[in-house]
C-alpha cells in the first residue's frame, strides 16, 4: 500500500510540473505573438511614410498577417488550456 502511495505522489507531482509547464508555455507563444504583430504594425506604418501610395495593399497585407499570427496564439492557448484541464 505505501508504494502505490508514493507513485501517486510521484505522479501528483509530475501533473503539477506539466501543468506549470503549459501554463508557460502559453504565456510565452501569447507574448511571441504580441512582439510579431507589433512588428508588423511598425513595418507596416515605415512602408507606408515611404510608398504613402501602397496604403491599401500594405494595410490588407498587414491584416492577413496578423490574423495568422492570432490565429497561432489562440492555437496555442488551446493546447495549453486541454493540457491543464485535461491531464
Known amino acids: ?3 502505490v502511495m508514493v ?3 510521484e505522479v501528483a507531482g509530475v501533473l503539477s510540473l506539466a501543468k506549470m509547464g503549459a501554463a508557460f508555455a502559453a ?3 501569447v507574448c511571441g505573438a504580441a512582439v ?9 506604418l515605415d512602408s507606408l511614410a515611404r510608398q504613402p501610395e501602397t496604403a ?3 494595410r490588407s497585407n ?4 496578423a490574423a495568422l499570427i492570432e490565429g497561432l496564439a ?3 492557448i ?4 486541454l493540457v491543464l484541464f485535461l491531464v
Open 56 to 58: 491599401n495593399d500594405v
Open 62 to 65: 498587414m491584416i492577413v498577417s
Open 7 to 9: 507513485l501517486l505522489m
Open 78 to 81: 488551446i493546447v495549453a488550456m
Open 74 to 76: 489562440f492555437f496555442a
Open 1 to 3: 500500500m505505501t508504494t
Open 36 to 44: 510579431g504583430i507589433s512588428r508588423i504594425g511598425a513595418q507596416a
Open 27 to 29: 504565456s510565452i507563444a
